[in-house]
């Protein structure tokens, strides 16, 4: 009886010993994933915040504002907006922190829970309106598209479901028209009492982001199927496509984004161009992450 009781005795201090080991472990596995946590954000993503096309007015203001939030330890990688939002999907499935350059509209926002950094400087202006541009003499010489590019205009919502089915694998042809074939009145708005010519030729040109390729196949769609013309988009990069339409290569953009993220190409050529106003308004860019990088809001933040 008594070598049973000293058993019980051992058997219930060895157990004690055995659970303060295991809450001592447990403890220390939370304050290391605690200590990892309260990393700067700077060491959790390498000091690298993930941009886009190279030369683009969003990477410039992306450099000027790493300046004035004096983030001199940091680097501005230069990518693509697919490889940008690639780098994206591949953090955002693994819960991995992440910094990139981001605008909207854009399916990066219906796809990912994210959220912008607030920019108490204002590097990055206030909220944006993409607009449409033409070439000095299109009212004269196609008076009919000039007075449909005019009128075109539309939310942040409805270019949302051209990128979504684009994203989703369609193509953008066939989205631009499933689109079109679903908003009948929108349409109608932008084409009524216009008269179809008949097959005369026009070029417009867009830089290969999401919300540019959804506008101007819609765009390029309408010209087509509801007004007679042979449309033709071109895709380029940001300069040329500036260039284009000042010098009357291209005969319309509906891909500015003014008045802060193509400041410098307006500035430039905005002379020789023909300025028909909004297409879409409250349009935004800036730095963004994933919401559940918690400890970050604010692009000063990135400086500790």
């Known amino acids: 009886?008594?070598?049973?009781?000293?058993?019980?005795?051992?058997?219930?201090?060895?157990?004690?010993?055995?659970?303060?080991?295991?809450?001592?472990?447990?403890?220390?596995?939370?304050?290391?994933?605690?200590?990892?946590?309260?990393?700067?954000?700077?060491?959790?993503?390498?000091?690298?915040?993930?941009?886009?096309?190279?030369?683009?007015?969003?990477?410039?203001?992306?450099?000027?504002?790493?300046?004035?939030?004096?983030?001199?330890?940091?680097?501005?990688?230069?990518?693509?907006?697919?490889?940008?939002?690639?780098?994206?999907?591949?953090?955002?499935?693994?819960?991995?922190?992440?910094?990139?350059?981001?605008?909207?509209?854009?399916?990066?926002?219906?796809?990912?829970?994210?959220?912008?950094?607030?920019?108490?400087?204002?590097?990055?202006?206030?909220?944006?309106?993409?607009?449409?541009?033409?070439?000095?003499?299109?009212?004269?010489?196609h008076p009919v598209a000039y007075e449909f590019l005019d009128r075109f205009h539309w939310t942040a919502e409805d270019m949302g479901e051209v990128m979504i089915n684009i994203q989703g694998g369609m193509d953008p042809g066939a989205a631009a028209k499933k689109w079109v074939d679903e908003h009948e009145a929108e349409v109608q708005e932008w084409t009524d009492g216009l008269v179809p010519v008949d097959g005369d030729p026009i070029t417009l040109s867009y830089v290969a982001w999401d919300s540019e390729i959804a506008s101007t196949n819609v765009v390029r769609y309408v010209l087509d199927e509801k007004l007679g013309y042979e449309a033709q988009a071109l895709q380029v990069e940001i300069g040329p496509m500036w260039i284009g339409v000042s010098n009357g290569d291209v005969d319309a953009i509906v891909a500015a984004w003014l008045p802060v993220t193509h400041a410098d190409y307006w500035d430039k050529y905005g002379d020789s161009l023909d300025d028909l106003g909004a297409n879409m308004i409250n349009v935004k860019s800036g730095l963004a992450v994933p919401t559940y990088m918690k400890d970050v809001n604010s692009i000063e933040d990135l400086q500790s």
């Open 1 to 141: 009886m008594k070598k049973t009781r000293k058993w019980l005795i051992f058997t219930s201090l060895v157990a004690l010993f055995l659970l303060g080991a295991c809450s001592a472990n447990n403890a220390n596995t939370a304050n290391n994933a605690k200590s990892e946590g309260n990393k700067p954000v700077g060491e959790q993503v390498d000091y690298k915040i993930t941009g886009t096309d190279a030369g683009s007015g969003l990477m410039r203001l992306t450099a000027q504002a790493m300046q004035d939030y004096e983030l001199s330890d940091w680097t501005l990688l230069e990518s693509s907006a697919a490889g940008m939002t690639a780098e994206l999907d591949r953090a955002y499935k693994n819960e991995e922190p992440i910094v990139i350059v981001a605008w909207s509209p854009h399916w990066m926002f219906n796809t990912y829970d994210l959220k912008y950094l607030e920019d108490p400087k204002l590097t990055y202006g206030e909220p944006e309106e993409i607009r449409t541009i033409a070439r000095l003499g299109l009212q004269e010489d």
